[in-house]
């Protein structure tokens, strides 16, 4: 290698870890103007309510979600975004106007101490973060003019009109998102809580099913009116004590609502593809149609494109990526 190439790209990776020392936000591309057309309809019932979370650790896949979401719906101009965020919410909010100057937003300040003292330790740091458990407080932190909501994790894209996922049907449950019956559901929880009474029985009168936090519609007015963050938070405190379970934020909602849920086609959420919680490994598509691609698990599309060693699926997700690579040698 020339001197001269070496040591650009010497201070190049220099200049990326000083970046990185001194934790500035990714900088994105504008994404192009979404607008509506003739047949889309104007009036207040048609809103779409979108809600998710916003840290400097995910930005680059929530910036992905949102352009996803906006590129295949029919009425882009009448989803409305819902961000949660803890930390720096200035210089997130600046880059969301930046990247989607005509988007119609909303911010809110999560509070982590809704959660101090409540958090036990996960098999996985990621699922530790205060910011994890925003969803569960949706309904305390929106407007009660906001009667239903969408919840989307930061590691996922939308290859459908979302207006689709919006108008199913709840029923009488509370909550809707894709049911996986198949799925081994004692795994979820440790042998301390199948082995006591007073925790498993919570599941006698359910056929329970895991289905995906990172993925749901919920009924905001009645969550409000059956008081489930308090259900929630309650099985957080049974945790913290005799630890129940591994996976952060996740059996919380399944011991709540886990047998009744309304279910959603698979379509809406192909769960997994970031692999295991653990190694990250790559995996396909579960069989079917796909409305919704997430790369729920360890592995992040963005970080594996990046290193160079990414999974075959990795290639779908990158062309919503509105990053900016900054050029690594100049033309002069």
């Excluded at 996960?122 to 969408?150: C, M």
């Excluded at 289905?211 to 945790?239: A, C, H, P, S």
């Excluded at 050029?327 to 002069?332: E, G, I, K, M, V």
Aim: glycine residues 6%; positive net charge.
């Amino acid at each position: 290698m020339l001197p001269e190439l070496r040591l650009r790209i010497t201070l190049f990776l220099l200049l990326a870890v000083d970046l990185a020392a001194a934790g500035e936000l990714p900088v994105f591309r504008e994404a192009p103007a979404f607008r509506n057309g003739r047949e889309c309809p104007k009036t207040t019932p048609s809103t779409i309510h979108v809600a998710m979370t916003l840290d400097a650790t995910y930005l680059r896949g929530s910036v992905a979600g949102v352009f996803s979401v906006l590129q295949h719906a029919n009425c882009p101009e009448n989803v409305v975004f819902h961000f949660l965020a803890n930390h720096r919410r200035a210089e997130l909010r600046r880059t969301i106007l930046t990247t989607f100057p005509y988007l119609s937003f909303r911010f809110y300040r999560f509070d982590p101490n809704l959660v101090k003292g409540k958090i036990s330790s996960s098999i996985r740091r990621a699922l530790d973060q205060p910011l994890n458990y925003a969803r569960i407080y949706l309904a305390e932190l929106l407007p009660p003019a906001v009667r239903r909501i969408i919840y989307f994790d930061s590691d996922l894209i939308v290859v459908d009109d979302v207006a689709k996922l919006w108008t199913i049907n709840l029923k009488s449950h509370v909550l809707g998102a894709p049911e996986y019956c198949h799925a081994n559901f004692t795994a979820y929880f440790t042998p301390k809580f199948w082995s006591n009474p007073l925790f498993s029985t919570v599941f006698s009168d359910r056929n329970p099913c895991y289905f995906n936090t990172g993925v749901m519609v919920i009924d905001l007015e009645k969550w409000r009116q059956g008081k489930y963050t308090e259900k929630l938070e309650n099985w957080m405190r049974i945790q913290k004590r005799y630890r129940i379970y591994e996976l952060g934020s996740l059996p919380p909602f399944l011991l709540v609502f886990a047998g009744n849920v309304e279910g959603v086609e698979h379509r809406w959420n192909q769960h997994g593809l970031g692999g295991d919680n653990l190694e990250g490994l790559c995996r396909d598509l579960h069989p079917g149609p796909v409305s919704l691609l997430h790369w729920s698990g360890k592995g992040k599309p963005w970080l594996r494109l990046d290193s160079k060693k990414p999974c075959p699926l990795d290639g779908l997700w990158a062309p919503y990526d509105l990053f900016h690579h900054a050029p690594l040698f100049s033309d002069s």
